[in-house]
Structure formats: C-alpha cells, structure tokens
C-alpha cells in the first residue's frame, strides 16, 4: 500500500501537531527559539544515520542541527522536510541529510534544532516523531551534490539518503506505469533500459539497478489531480529525456527515491509515431496484443459499456492504423465469436465511413480451448483469400491453442501458412518443479514454453511458409526463441529493426520484445520488411480505456494506448 499521512500511528501524528501547535495550549516551538538555540545539538545528523542501511541510534531521542534543504510539509505532500549537515563529516559512507516527520512550519535555508526519536520507517531513516523543532535563524542554501549513474565503484545510494543531489547529464524515462496513480516515474542514465534476456549488449540486472533512478513527486496522494510532466496535455513517453535532475534523496516501499525540489523538464526524444514504418510488400501481416478484448463486461477487459466503447473504439483505430491484410490477435474473449465479430463489425463500419475498401472477416478458431481468452486471425477478403480451413493442436501443453491457417493473395500468388500464439505467461501462480523460477532471468513456466515452441516447431515444419507470430512471453534470447530458431524460423524483427527499437512490452523499466515474428527460410526470402509500431508501451497508463482512476481529459479514441503491446507488423512480397 501507498505511505499516507492516514498510515500513519494516531500517536505520531498528534506528535506532529504539537510540535506544529496546533493542539489547543500548545504554542508553537518558534516562540522559545532564542532560548531553545542555545541547547546545542547532542548528535550530528552522519550519527543518525550511520554507515548501513539501517541507523544505530533506532529507539533513541536525539537533537540534531541542519540546515532544510527541501519542504514537503503539506498534508497531499510528506507532511515533513529535509535537513542537512552543513558541515558533513569525513566519511563518504555516512549520509548527512535526514528527513523530520513534522508539520512545524520551516522554509528552505531555515537554520533548525530539531528533537525527535529515530526511526527506521519502511526503510528511511527519519525523526519522528518529533517534539521540538526550533528555528534558529538563516543559512547559506546548501548546494546539492553532483552525482551520476553509475556511481563509481559500484557504491550504493544508501550514502546519499536525505541528501539533496543534482543527477549529471542527460536521464531517460524508462517507466511511467505508476505516473498517474503516484505521481512516479523511472528515468536511466545511459539510455533506455532493457531486459537482460531480450539480447541487448548484453546488458546485466546489476548494470540496469546501477543507472536506474525513482523520481516521486513528494506526495502520498493517489491519483493526483495533477499528473507531472503533463503540461498542455502533453504527456511524457518512454524514451524522453531530461537533464540537472534535481532533489532529495528518499526512500520507500523497496526503493530509493528523488524527491524533485524542481520540477523536471522532460524533452521530446522519442515523438509519436502516428503510422507504423514502410515494411513494402504487397500482403501485410500484424500481430497485435488486444490487452483482453472483452464483451462480457467485469471479466478481463472493461467494467462498464462506456468503458467498453472507449477500448473498442481504440482497438479500431489502432487495427486501421495497421492498415494489415492479415492480423493476428491475442487476448480476444473465448465466448464463441461474438467478442471477435464485434470488433470486426466495428472495424468494418469505421473502413466503410472512411471509405478504405477493405472488408474484413475472421477466421474460426476450431479448438480454442478452456481459457478466457483466446487467439484469431482477421483478414481482408479483397486481398488475401483463406486456403483449405483452419486448423489447430490438441496437444495438453497449450493453454490457449494456436491457430493455423493459410492464406494467398487474393489476385493470385504465393501461399504462406500463418500461425498465432500465445504462450503461457511469466507469472508464477502455481509454478512448481522445472516450471518454478530457475533463477536465469526467464521467470516462471519457462519449461512449459520450451515445450509449447518444440509444439509450433512441429507445426511450422509440416506448414507451407510457415510464419509464426504472436505473444510468445519470452524475450529474444531466451530459451523458446532458440528452439524456433534452432527449427529454421528466423526472427523478421531481428532482421529489419534497429537494436534500440526492438521492444514491444515494458515491464517494471525494462524493455524487450515478447512479441514475435518468425519465418521459414523459404517465406524469409519473400519478406521486405519488419516493424514494431511503439503506440502502447511506450505511453502511459493513464491514457487507455479505463474510467476508473485515468483523468477524463486524457483520452482519445486513437490508436495511442490501446493495449499495453506494441503491435508488430511486415511485409510480404507474394506475387
């Protein structure tokens, strides 16, 4: 759960009143500064903290001196400030900065004596609560200290805690997920962070916790009226950058935070695509993740019909953005065809308003199996024409069934076998034996999604130009992606994309591709191009169908946010 001021103990928040006076009696502390100044401090703040995580003074009542550096004393804010030693001891594994859980009116550069008990709260070191907080003048604001990730010699920020800092060069927004909820957002130093099986420079989970940085907004409040970065409804996208990030250092609920004492600026680095890249050919094939494309309503997908309209109409915009011959889906509702025929039916109607020419029509899925969701093609019966029906596997390994059909263009040429996926998930849920975390980095059920890609493998082999796509949730270098390539698939992304642009699914900062296509040698030859259009996981959260937490003046019936994979799209020269 989110830190509020209502988590915390009645006791220490009376503790805080009266240090503020605002309990009936009480007067404030500020009265009696000439004569409380003149009791000296009897511990320096690096005391405080000490040389580890946690302090060693916990339990204690100690009355230390500062200078604030930083106030967040509002009750949607911290409900307190941060005081630094200006004159910081010798020691670099000692931090000089603490925070002071009070509301006792203070301002920045204030010159403070402040009494108060050591706690370990959620991992911050802090006072609280507090009984006096005197006022004894003003200071030199104190100048933050200039860092950059990674810290040399691989130091932790533990030394920085309660420490004002000014991050060097430029920093790179890597997550956004928790933006509107609470007001966070991660940022990396170096560029965007990937995951470390998607086969980017080999890059490491220790090397990705070195560059990465929490940025909050100084607040417990969830679902701020105001969501950062989004001036002007401008929204901030993965990939943006900003630079002299500036703030105290805290921390909370597992992470090291910056609490900006200036607003950052976030630059326009990574622009809106608003159509995916050329992949030419003369039949284009997508895949596309529908993040649970439902009918039935309070299942998977939307809540309410309003919701439901909101989703349908992005999905729509974001298939008409494909402009595909083919596509396939995942995460359709399995209630027989009347989720996939509503979307066709909309996506049909929004074709013919706009004039396009396409008409489209699905497949039927022959064994979609006992999940709730479920995996379809749709096509565009003026281009591509389905050969012979369309087939599946019953083999006990699948959870959702893949789909099998063959397609040639419809002015005649060469026929190619698609094949759409969906493979068993990451989460753990009742993972056990070899499906457990083996601690390689490809998380849970990874076993299972060996055997599911031997399975498509087996498929793709008997298939004329097979071409095998889909949500296969494992990244490029990981185990399942091998035993496709081992079986001559080759992955058309991997081909065509730019390494820096080879990601379709952001998760906890890291990007990577879980999503797929890969084609055999004889279709590979016919392939003039692959791209992955990053309208969703680069985009904030806030901006999708939901109604529930998500500001209504956000959303837009358009392609941005309408599900949390990128769709993946190429080309195909069958003529």
Same mark, same amino acid.
């Given at each position: ?9 009645? /006791? ?16 404030? #502390? ?52 941060? @005081?630094? &030693? =200006? ?17 006792? *009116? ?7 004596? @402040?009494?108060?008990?050591?706690? *370990? ?72 962070? %990937? ?121 729509? $915009? #974001? ?7 083919? @596509? ?23 074709? $013919? ?55 040639? +263009?419809? /002015? ?32 849970? %059920? ?30 490029? #270098? *990981? ?18 994309? &730019? ?45 999708? %169908?939901?109604?529930?937490?998500? +500001?209504?003046?956000?959303?837009? =019936?358009? $392609? ?16």
């Amino acid at each position: 759960m989110r830190r509020s001021a209502a988590a915390r103990p009645a /006791a220490v928040l009376a503790a805080a009143a009266v240090t503020a006076g605002l309990v009936t009696g009480v007067a404030p #502390a500020a009265a009696a500064a000439p004569a409380a100044c003149a009791v000296p401090a009897d511990h320096e703040i690096a005391d405080v903290q000490g040389t580890g995580d946690a302090s060693p003074l916990a339990g204690r009542t100690v009355r230390v001196e500062g200078v604030v550096t930083a106030d967040f004393q509002r009750s949607d804010q911290l409900r307190g400030f941060f @005081v630094q &030693d =200006p004159t910081p001891d010798d020691d670099p594994r000692t931090s000089d900065g603490i925070f002071v859980y009070s509301t006792r *009116e203070v301002n920045v550069r204030d010159r403070v004596v @402040v009494t108060g008990k050591v706690v *370990e709260y959620h991992g911050l070191t802090e006072l609280s609560p507090v009984s006096a907080v005197d006022v004894c003048g003003t200071a030199r604001a104190i100048a933050p200290d200039n860092v950059r990730l990674p810290l040399e010699d691989g130091a932790g920020l533990e030394r920085f805690e309660g420490v004002l800092l000014r991050f060097r060069g430029q920093m790179v927004a890597s997550e956004t997920y928790d933006l509107g909820r609470y007001g966070e957002i991660t940022v990396a130093a170096g560029g965007r962070l %990937y995951q470390p099986t998607d086969g980017h420079d080999d890059s490491s989970q220790a090397e990705n916790e070195a560059r990465r940085l929490l940025v909050d907004d100084a607040s417990n409040v969830q679902n701020p009226d105001t969501i950062p970065y989004t001036a002007d409804g401008r929204v901030v996208r993965l990939g943006d950058v900003t630079a002299g990030l500036t703030g105290v250092l805290s921390y909370g609920f597992g992470s090291y935070r910056l609490q900006p004492t200036r607003s950052p600026h976030f630059a326009r680095a990574n622009p809106r695509p608003d159509k995916p890249r050329p992949v030419g050919g003369d039949v284009r094939v997508a895949s596309f993740n529908t993040l649970n494309w439902f009918t039935t309503l309070g299942r998977r997908g939307a809540d309410t019909a309003a919701e439901r309209d909101r989703q349908l109409a992005k999905l729509v $915009a #974001a298939l008409r953005g494909l402009d595909a011959d083919v @596509v396939g889906l995942m995460e359709v509702e399995n209630n027989g065809d009347t989720a996939l025929k509503a979307l066709v039916d909309a996506l049909n109607a929004a074709s $013919a308003e706009t004039g396009s020419g396409r008409t489209y029509a699905w497949t039927a899925h022959p064994y979609p199996g006992t999940d709730e969701i479920k995996v379809a093609f749709v096509y565009d019966t003026a281009t591509v024409t389905p050969v012979g029906g369309p087939r599946s596997s019953r083999d006990d390994v699948f959870d959702r069934p893949p789909l099998v059909q063959a397609f040639r +263009p419809a /002015a005649g040429g060469t026929a190619f076998t698609a094949i759409v996926n969906h493979f068993k998930s990451k989460g753990c849920g009742g993972a056990s034996g070899p499906d457990a975390d083996q601690g390689d980095g490809q998380s849970c %059920y990874n076993a299972r999604r060996v055997k599911q890609a031997a399975a498509i493998a087996e498929l793709a082999a008997a298939a004329e130009n097979p071409l095998v796509l889909g949500d296969l949730n494992s990244y490029a #270098a *990981e185990d399942p992606i091998e035993v496709l390539e081992d079986a001559g698939l080759t992955s058309q992304t991997k081909r065509f994309v &730019d390494d820096e642009d080879r990601y379709s699914y952001v998760y906890m900062g890291l990007s990577g591709e879980l999503d797929h296509m890969l084609a055999g040698p004889a279709l590979a030859r016919r392939v003039t191009g692959a791209t992955i259009w990053h309208v969703n996981s680069d985009e904030p959260r806030f901006l999708d %169908y939901n109604t529930e937490y998500n +500001p209504a003046e956000f959303y837009r =019936p358009d $392609a941005f946010r309408s599900s949390d994979h990128d769709p993946l799209l190429v080309g195909l020269d069958l003529r």
